[in-house]
């Protein structure tokens, strides 16, 4: 059985020590699928949701959660963030949400990736909860990695294209 990394071997919950590894640039792309509805794409399209511009707002709620991601994951290590991008695919009844973050740094930023797509995604929910209430945010994936020992990863395809802009 491979050794638990962030358990000592007293049973406590500890911080990795990344002091003696190499900082190398990392990078990680996580996405999220918010399920608005056909509703609320057309009132998102036309540009009649009540609390404005609901992708802006979720695109800086990303990326400013991006940025506090070792306040709110236990055991993160705080990361001198290069780079966050989060974008969004407008489907005909759902919301591909699409972060990217990169960093050289000593450890990767894939938490970082994922806590950018999981807020954008809740702040997508706050914005538009005045038009639905069953919205169903899910499906918040790693898709790619690169850096570090351990190099690049890729999630099994999953007819996914390039990164969308918005």
């Known amino acids: 059985m491979p050794r638990l990394t962030h358990i000592d071997e007293c049973g406590r919950a500890r911080m990795v020590d990344v002091g003696g590894k190499p900082a ?6 996580a996405e999220g699928v918010l399920v608005v509805g056909v509703e609320v794409i057309a009132a998102i399209r036309a540009g009649r949701t009540p609390k404005g511009n609901v ?22 290590h705080p990361l001198p963030l290069e780079s966050v991008r989060l ?13 990217e973050a990169s960093v050289t740094a000593q450890t990767g930023v894939e938490m970082e990736a994922l806590t950018a797509v999981a807020v954008a995604g809740l702040t997508l929910i706050d914005m538009l909860k005045a038009l639905s209430k069953t ?11 690169s850096g570090g020992r351990s190099g690049a990863w890729r999630a099994p395809s999953r007819a996914r294209g390039p990164m969308p802009r918005r």
């Open 87 to 99: 974008d969004f695919d407008e489907g005909e009844d759902r919301i591909t949400i699409r972060a």
């Open 135 to 145: 919205m169903v945010l899910g499906e918040v994936r790693l898709l790619a990695k």
């Open 24 to 29: 190398t640039h990392r990078r990680a792309v």
């Open 55 to 76: 992708f802006e707002t979720a695109r800086v709620a990303g990326i400013m959660a991006a940025k506090r991601t070792a306040e709110l994951i236990p055991l993160c």
